[in-house]
């Protein structure tokens, strides 16, 4: 979780500093957009988001190798949606990472 307050409070700075809004006029669709797009830039390149990196996590393919560019954008256009995030399964695994054939590890 604190992974995920990390990313998302860059994605508002982030936004804040590029399209120049108060916090009075918050568009949640740019805000989202941003912290999706720093997903699918971070997770193929430094192996995680900033967050999940500060946290000591990354993701990585369940077949093992590179992650690849597809799976970043599958599995951050989910989380963005915020819904397959609360959907799990027995191992802990977010439906986003299901769905891209992802998952979180410590390293």
Known sequence: MLGLLIDYALAM??????????????????VTGTY?????????????SIGHRLVGLRV???????????RPIVRSVLLGLAFPALVWDSDQ????????????VRG
């Open 36 to 48: 999706v797009l720093l997903q699918v830039l971070f997770i193929p390149t430094i192996g995680g």
């Open 93 to 104: 695994r977010g439906f986003h990472d299901k769905v891209a054939g992802t998952v979180l």
């Open 13 to 30: 700075a982030l936004a804040f500093a590029v399209f120049r809004y108060t916090f009075l006029d918050y568009n949640g669709f740019v």
């Open 60 to 70: 990585i393919p369940l077949a093992g190798g590179w992650v690849g560019p597809w």
